[in-house]
């Protein structure tokens, strides 16, 4: 008796976990996509789930459309990294933050649940109801407010907002590192110029052609030091489930070596290493 | 004078008057029908414009939106397609042109000059007319013309009614001073089709040529065949019918009988004219026993 009401409860829990997990789906994968989900590096394709702690890389053409389960729409332009940092809510339906390391991405946000929050490594733009054009370069990041309503506001070196402030539907954003942000009436020529030529479009909804089960990802290998790097380098505030999350992969001894001899850029990790093979306590 | 003479000028004089009151009047219908074709071509092109405008409006227009808020595209106004379209028309007819003349333009290409302005405001102040057509001198030479009035719709105020409200791209595009102010039904635009006079004149001179030439060669048909008909139906016969008679009336009787074939007036003045030689004989005949 004892054992089927937890197998009845683990039964009702599981598709619950699920659902906190799931963003939405793949609606456009073009020029290659590549998915670090656990520690697994995947290959991305049409119709596929997305879920939150997923690091997406698109290809130097690729084009990529993610449509979660509240209605926002987020697509990512060529050589772009999105990370799906954090959902506001439970459940799958909820707002959420995302992190954009560098390249593009449109966000048309239609959200009823809880304002998305975009960041990237210099501005973050907060939307509930409103479509951003994000760029995030080496130096500098830009937002652009296509429509609707959203706060900006400028982030600290460890990936923390100040204070947002509203933002109208035409007004772009800018702001050089190290420097305070830009208000413009319009987006700069050089941010028209090098933008996706698709992002000029409303971001067409392909959820009427993913049917039937989604597809599995192909799983390429386990994740490399490499793979990691660009992400083991953001602002500290959104690599902070990283040890756990990625702690197994220091069985890799290749992955242990790297992650060694790069310490001192991600210093949270020195706990996770052994003492002997901890660099800060040798000496 | 012989007959077939009197016959063919009296044909020549009735023909020649035909000739030319037929010129006449098909040169003046001519001209009429030419001009009208020229006016229902230009209203036809109009009309096509107007739904080339529709369609910009309703269905490309929704399509550009978003792209707007990035840079103007003119591919999103009713006014330009509709230019884009006529130009294309003109690679057909060179001769047809197209003008959506304005009073307070957006882009100052199609700013209305002196003469347009004239017909829009001709419009505004008769509300009631919805098509004017004339006639002008150019440069060029004189013009057909045909212009309707356009009447500002709702639609027409996200770009033409403030500059605050006008997309942001449109502003960059052509500034804030312009454009603007515009009312719901009011006339500030007119669509105007023009085309030289020269190409009805030349339709209806090569039309009017046709059509005399062909007139001449029916006449000149006409003419040898009744000439022909008159020669082998009456002034031969006639003419053998003579020669017998003065045969006999020279007292030679032995000139053969005609023989008559067919039942038409000549056939019987044969048989009469045989019947009397026939009498004529017998009579010379019971004097001579």
């Given at each position: 008796?004892?054992?089927?009401?937890?197998?009845?409860?683990?039964?009702?829990?599981?598709?619950?976990?699920?659902?906190?997990?799931?963003?939405?789906?793949?609606?456009?994968?073009?020029?290659?996509?590549?998915?670090?989900?656990?520690?697994?590096?995947?290959?991305?394709?049409?119709?596929?789930?997305?879920?939150?702690?997923?690091?997406?890389?698109?290809?130097?053409?690729?084009?990529?459309?993610?449509?979660?389960?509240?209605?926002?729409?987020?697509?990512?332009?060529?050589?772009?990294?999105?990370?799906?940092?954090?959902?506001?809510?439970?459940?799958?339906?909820?707002?959420?933050?995302?992190?954009?390391?560098?390249?593009?991405?449109k966000a048309e946000t239609t959200s009823k649940v809880g304002p998305y929050l975009y960041n990237t490594p210099l501005l973050a733009g907060k939307t509930k109801e409103g479509t951003l054009v994000m760029h995030a370069g080496a130096e500098s990041s830009e937002m652009f407010v296509e429509s609707g309503s959203a706060g900006?506001?400028?982030?600290?070196?460890?990936?923390?907002?100040?204070?947002?402030?509203?933002?109208?539907?035409?007004?772009?954003?800018?702001?050089?590192?190290?420097?305070?942000?830009?208000?413009?009436?319009?987006?700069?020529?050089?941010?028209?110029?090098?933008?996706?030529?698709?992002?000029?479009?409303?971001?067409?909804?392909?959820?009427?052609?993913?049917?039937?089960?989604?597809?599995?990802?192909?799983?390429?290998?386990?994740?490399?030091?490499?793979?990691?790097?660009?992400?083991?380098?953001?602002?500290?505030?959104?690599?902070?489930?990283?040890?756990?999350?990625?702690?197994?992969?220091?069985?890799?001894?290749?992955?242990?070596?790297?992650?060694?001899?790069?310490?001192?850029?991600?210093?949270?990790?020195?706990?996770?290493?052994?003492?002997?093979?901890?660099?800060?306590?040798?000496? | 004078?012989?007959?077939?003479?009197?016959?063919?000028?009296?044909?020549?004089?009735?023909?020649?008057?035909?000739?030319?009151?037929?010129?006449?009047?098909?040169?003046?219908?001519?001209?009429?029908?030419?001009?009208?074709?020229?006016?229902?071509?230009?209203?036809?092109?109009?009309?096509?414009?107007?739904?080339?405008?529709?369609?910009?409006?309703?269905?490309?227009?929704?399509?550009?939106?978003?792209?707007?808020?990035?840079?103007?595209?003119?591919?999103?106004?009713?006014?330009?397609?509709?230019?884009?379209?006529?130009?294309?028309?003109?690679?057909?007819?060179?001769?047809?042109?197209?003008?959506?003349?304005?009073?307070?333009?957006?882009?100052?290409?199609?700013?209305?000059?002196?003469?347009?302005?004239?017909?829009i405001q001709y419009f505004r102040q008769n509300p009631q007319v919805t098509e004017r057509v004339g006639e002008r001198e150019t440069a060029t030479g004189r013009t057909l013309y045909i212009a309707r009035a356009m009447k500002v719709g709702p639609s027409c105020l996200e770009c033409h009614d403030t500059p605050d409200s006008?997309?942001?791209?449109?502003?960059?595009?052509?500034?804030?001073?312009?454009?603007?102010?515009?009312?719901?039904?009011?006339?500030?635009?007119?669509?105007?089709?023009?085309?030289?006079?020269?190409?009805?004149?030349?339709?209806?001179?090569?039309?009017?040529?046709?059509?005399?030439?062909?007139?001449?060669?029916?006449?000149?048909?006409?003419?040898?065949?009744?000439?022909?008909?008159?020669?082998?139906?009456?002034?031969?016969?006639?003419?053998?019918?003579?020669?017998?008679?003065?045969?006999?009336?020279?007292?030679?009787?032995?000139?053969?009988?005609?023989?008559?074939?067919?039942?038409?007036?000549?056939?019987?003045?044969?048989?009469?004219?045989?019947?009397?030689?026939?009498?004529?004989?017998?009579?010379?005949?019971?004097?001579?026993?």
């Amino acid at each position: 008796m004892y054992v089927t009401l937890v197998s009845v409860a683990l039964l009702l829990l599981l598709p619950a976990s699920l659902l906190a997990q799931r963003i939405g789906t793949l609606t456009v994968v073009e020029g290659g996509l590549r998915i670090i989900r656990n520690t697994s590096v995947l290959r991305g394709s049409q119709g596929a789930r997305i879920d939150w702690g997923d690091m997406l890389e698109t290809g130097g053409s690729g084009l990529v459309q993610v449509e979660c389960e509240t209605g926002a729409i987020v697509a990512l332009g060529p050589s772009s990294q999105l990370f799906f940092f954090s959902h506001t809510g439970a459940g799958g339906a909820t707002g959420g933050e995302l992190v954009l390391l560098s390249g593009w991405l449109k966000a048309e946000t239609t959200s009823k649940v809880g304002p998305y929050l975009y960041n990237t490594p210099l501005l973050a733009g907060k939307t509930k109801e409103g479509t951003l054009v994000m760029h995030a370069g080496a130096e500098s990041s830009e937002m652009f407010v296509e429509s609707g309503s959203a706060g900006v506001a400028e982030l600290t070196a460890n990936g923390n907002a100040g204070e947002f402030r509203a933002a109208k539907a035409g007004q772009f954003f800018s702001r050089q590192r190290g420097k305070n942000v830009v208000v413009g009436s319009s987006p700069a020529a050089t941010f028209l110029d090098s933008m996706p030529r698709p992002f000029r479009d409303t971001l067409p909804s392909g959820l009427s052609q993913i049917k039937g089960k989604p597809p599995e990802l192909r799983r390429e290998r386990e994740v490399s030091y490499a793979d990691l790097r660009p992400w083991l380098l953001m602002p500290a505030k959104w690599r902070t489930e990283f040890v756990t999350r990625f702690e197994s992969r220091l069985d890799d001894p290749e992955f242990r070596r790297e992650l060694e001899s790069h310490i001192r850029d991600h210093p949270e990790w020195e706990e996770a290493l052994p003492p002997d093979k901890n660099p800060s306590t040798k000496n | 004078m012989k007959l077939l003479v009197k016959f063919n000028l009296v044909m020549c004089l009735v023909f020649l008057v035909g000739f030319i009151a037929a010129g006449l009047i098909s040169r003046s219908l001519l001209e009429r029908n030419a001009q009208q074709e020229i006016f229902e071509n230009a209203r036809i092109m109009m009309e096509a414009a107007l739904a080339v405008r529709g369609y910009t409006g309703k269905e490309i227009k929704p399509l550009l939106d978003t792209q707007m808020k990035y840079s103007f595209l003119p591919q999103s106004v009713p006014a330009y397609s509709a230019n884009q379209y006529f130009d294309q028309l003109r690679i057909k007819f060179p001769d047809y042109s197209y003008r959506e003349a304005t009073l307070n333009p957006t882009n100052p290409v199609n700013r209305a000059n002196d003469w347009e302005a004239d017909i829009i405001q001709y419009f505004r102040q008769n509300p009631q007319v919805t098509e004017r057509v004339g006639e002008r001198e150019t440069a060029t030479g004189r013009t057909l013309y045909i212009a309707r009035a356009m009447k500002v719709g709702p639609s027409c105020l996200e770009c033409h009614d403030t500059p605050d409200s006008a997309p942001r791209t449109l502003i960059e595009r052509y500034g804030s001073d312009n454009g603007f102010g515009w009312k719901v039904n009011d006339i500030v635009t007119a669509q105007i089709v023009s085309a030289p006079t020269k190409l009805p004149e030349q339709r209806a001179r090569n039309v009017f040529a046709v059509f005399m030439v062909s007139l001449a060669v029916i006449f000149v048909i006409v003419f040898l065949a009744v000439n022909a008909m008159l020669i082998v139906l009456i002034t031969r016969p006639i003419n053998r019918l003579s020669i017998v008679a003065d045969e006999l009336s020279l007292g030679n009787l032995n000139v053969p009988e005609f023989q008559v074939g067919g039942k038409d007036e000549i056939a019987k003045l044969y048989d009469s004219f045989n019947r009397m030689r026939r009498s004529l004989m017998e009579a010379i005949k019971m004097l001579e026993a």
